[in-house]
């Protein structure tokens, strides 16, 4: 294994852990802790969020680099992966959550907020993007 393929199997499997952790773990649990109400669990979402998504865009560029290391030594599904992993991020970070804040910004969050087709559009993006990271990892560890 080069160090280009063990630098893509590292940012991926770290991105993938943040996903995990915060997507699936941190944003659902936060609202069941005592104290927290809608809207200061949605203050903290929005800033996690947006902390994950720029962590995301470092591990990308990341990837990027060691691709290019190693160039040629990347599959073509590796490359393609990587693309929709892109499309993926930038769908749901400079898209969907723009949106999401904005609505929650201009209808201030209240103890019952609906969950809308937005979220549920985010959270799927978010499905995905495991299954990409998860994909690429397979992928690099096996190249």
């Known amino acids: ?47 996690v969020f947006r902390a994950l998504n720029a962590s995301e865009a470092v591990l990308w560029i990341v990837i990027l680099i060691g691709l290019l290391l190693g160039i040629g030594e990347a599959q073509p599904a590796q490359w393609v992966l990587f693309v ?9 970070a400079v898209v969907i959550r723009p949106l999401l804040d904005r609505g929650v910004v201009d209808g201030v969050a209240r103890e019952s907020m609906p969950r809308t087709v937005l ?25």
């Open 1 to 47: 294994m080069t160090a280009a393929t063990a630098l893509q199997i590292a940012a991926t499997f770290t991105w993938l852990g943040m996903v995990l952790g915060i997507s699936f773990l941190e944003a659902p649990i936060k609202f069941r802790a005592p104290g927290i109400t809608v809207p200061l669990g949605v203050g903290i979402g929005r800033l």
């Open 84 to 92: 929709l992993l892109a499309a993926d991020l930038i769908l749901g």
């Open 119 to 143: 979220h549920f559009a985010y959270i799927g993006l978010e499905v995905v993007k495991v299954g990409l990271l998860i994909a690429f990892g397979v992928l690099a560890f096996l190249s």
